[in-house]
T-cell receptor, first 107, second 123 residues
């Protein structure tokens, strides 16, 4: 199985800050990486697919980059609604796997 | 509007069985791969399995943790996805989400999910 390791696991930031979350894969996954935002009691919401493509309707302050084994999600100018948990996901191999999550909280 | 509505969750004893359903609307269900994802209380997301579409012979994939115990099926005539769970363990306790998967045009992701249904395995 492909392991995805997100860092940090917890992040405290203020409205207006820029934050970056890293996702490292245990082997090459090409660009089959997606990023999701999840709020309590809700299904995960797709933000980025193919490592760097913004899903329709997602604000442009979200951006993704990377390929192979190292990927990043950057959120610029944090808004109050961005405080949530973020997951990376690989869809290159079965079983499909997720990172352990990064909880973003308001400082 | 895409809608996915799960049902069938509840309390079941270890070793028991349960069948979850997912009613889909707002898109051509038969065109899509459909997945199940679960989330144990206070934990992260875990992929459970996938049903491919008719052009791909409705083949299925499963996570190692559920293979041999869970079975995914679908009825395109009813726009419905199912998850038959048997030999349930306490560690299967989770919210189960029905997910629409995008496969094709060079990208893959889960683009819609339902509200989830809670399965509790306990004696």
């Amino acid at each position: 199985d492909i392991q995805l390791t997100q860092s940090p696991s917890f992040l405290s930031a203020s409205v207006g800050d820029t934050v970056t979350i890293t996702c490292r894969a245990s082997q090459d996954i090409s660009s089959y990486l997606a990023w999701y935002q999840q709020k309590p009691g809700k299904a995960p919401n797709l933000l980025i697919y193919a490592a760097s493509t913004l899903q329709s309707g997602v604000p442009s302050r979200f951006s993704g980059s990377g390929s192979g084994t190292e990927f990043t999600l950057t959120i610029s100018s944090l808004q109050p609604e961005d405080f949530a948990t973020y997951y990376c996901q690989q869809l290159n191999n079965y079983p499909i796997t997720f990172g352990q999550g990064t909880r973003l909280e308001i400082k | 509007e895409v809608q996915l509505v799960e049902s069938g969750g509840g309390l079941v004893q270890p070793g028991g069985s349960l069948r979850l359903s997912c009613a889909a609307s707002g898109f051509i269900f038969s065109d899509y791969y459909m997945d199940w994802v679960r989330q144990a209380p206070g934990k992260g997301l875990e992929w459970v399995g996938r049903s491919r579409n008719k052009p791909n012979s409705y083949t299925r994939e499963y996570a190692p943790s559920v293979k041999g115990r869970f079975t995914i099926s679908r009825d395109d005539s009813k726009n419905s996805l199912y998850l038959q769970m048997s030999s349930l363990k306490t560690e299967d306790t989770a919210v189960y989400y029905c997910i629409r998967a995008h496969e094709g045009s060079g990208w893959r992701a889960f683009d819609y999910g339902g509200q989830g249904t809670l399965v509790t395995v306990s004696s």
